[in-house]
């Protein structure tokens, strides 16, 4: 399926068929990505409202939008009765705010992570939104980790499961940028790169992680001042598995992001590219036998629009389809432990409250 194509909504017989009317806030590069995915390849949902303090910037987007109309008070656009449901892609500092009052209107909303700043006030999300679905029997908060969605994810998840390769022992991760904005902080490749990798062993593994180490290899010669790249995240999950990270967010070539699962009875890959692969920086270059992802965008698009769909169809009904508020948490939960680990250089053990309720 070619990304100009869109993606058949799933309704059950009898449900309602009108289309769900989205805000979207925060049109920044994701919140923009949203407005045109939910515009031209989603079906089954329409965005009626755009928010975002940069009101020149809303303005923008809705007018290449028929029908949709700046709200510049998120909250407003949350409480508008042409609204439905929400994505949240604003800066994480409000995402606590305009989570919550999501789940006090009682609308679906899909948020771009971080679910909050802190694992302290994603608790206080899930905590809400347990509150919410004792009362409904319905949850409300997905995140927005959109490997899950990706294709080569889904099948390396099913292959586990299903004990294709026998018991997993080892998963090796690869997350590689060309280059990160000024101002990127080693803490902040923690929780802004590190929490994908973190998502996907809780993703491909179905336990939680228990304890962090972060190594400090040698920088490259591309990293801004201060800033320490690449990183090495031994992960340490309850069953008494491995993970290790490569996060490599300077190199200043392609964006590549690998997995590998090694079980006893075997071992798969994700994330290359057909053909030989070698990255140089010297005469000649990239030299490869396809081209590599130049971002995050062309290498999860279709995850994206299969996330964004699967929302929708979801969100039309009342509830989600994906990752919850509680894996927001435990992603938060485990980037704190990370970036404690970063501080003193020791194993740090994840702290993590005892889940109340049904995992969403």
């Not at 990127?184 to 336990?207: K, P, Q, W, Y």
Request: glycine share 12%; aromatic share 4%.
């Amino acid at each position: 399926m070619t990304a100009a194509e869109v993606l058949p909504a799933v309704t059950p017989a009898g449900a309602e068929t009108a289309d769900l009317r989205v805000a979207v806030l925060g049109v920044g590069l994701m919140g923009a990505d949203h407005v045109a995915r939910l515009s031209r390849r989603v079906s089954g949902a329409r965005v009626t409202v755009v928010s975002d303090a940069a009101t020149d910037r809303a303005d923008q987007v809705a007018a290449g939008v028929p029908g949709a109309r700046v709200v510049p008070d998120p909250l407003a656009a949350i409480a508008d009765p042409g609204v439905d449901a929400v994505v949240v892609a604003s800066p994480g500092r409000f995402h606590e705010e305009q989570v919550l009052a999501c789940i006090e209107r009682g609308v679906p909303v899909l948020c771009e992570k971080p679910l909050t700043m802190d694992a302290d006030s994603s608790l206080a999300v899930v905590r809400a939104e347990d509150a919410y679905t004792a009362r409904t029997g319905q949850r409300l908060v997905q995140v927005g980790f959109m490997r899950r969605f990706d294709p080569e994810y889904a099948a390396l998840r099913e292959l586990v499961a299903s004990g294709g390769l026998g018991e997993p022992l080892l998963v090796h991760c690869a997350h590689r940028n060309p280059a990160v904005p000024a101002g990127v902080t080693t803490e902040s490749v923690v929780n802004d790169s590190v929490v994908h990798e973190v998502d996907v062993a809780r993703f491909l593994l179905g336990e939680e992680i228990a304890a962090v180490t972060v190594l400090r290899p040698r920088s490259t010669r591309r990293a801004a001042e201060g800033l320490s790249d690449p990183l090495v995240v031994l992960l340490e999950t309850t069953g008494g598995r491995l993970v290790d990270v490569e996060c490599f967010v300077s190199t200043g070539l392609a964006y590549e992001v690998r997995t590998e699962v090694v079980g006893e009875d075997g071992s798969a890959l994700i994330g290359l590219d057909p053909g030989p692969v070698r990255l140089s920086a010297g005469p000649g270059g990239a030299v490869r036998g396809s081209t590599a992802a130049p971002g995050f965008r062309e290498r999860f698009g279709r995850a994206y629009d299969i996330e964004v769909q699967r929302w929708v169809d979801a969100a039309r009904h009342g509830g989600i389809d994906g990752p919850g508020a509680w894996d927001g948490y435990a992603a938060q939960a485990v980037c704190a432990a990370g970036v404690e680990a970063l501080r003193t250089g020791r194993r740090t053990e994840v702290r993590m409250e005892p889940r109340g309720g049904t995992r969403s």
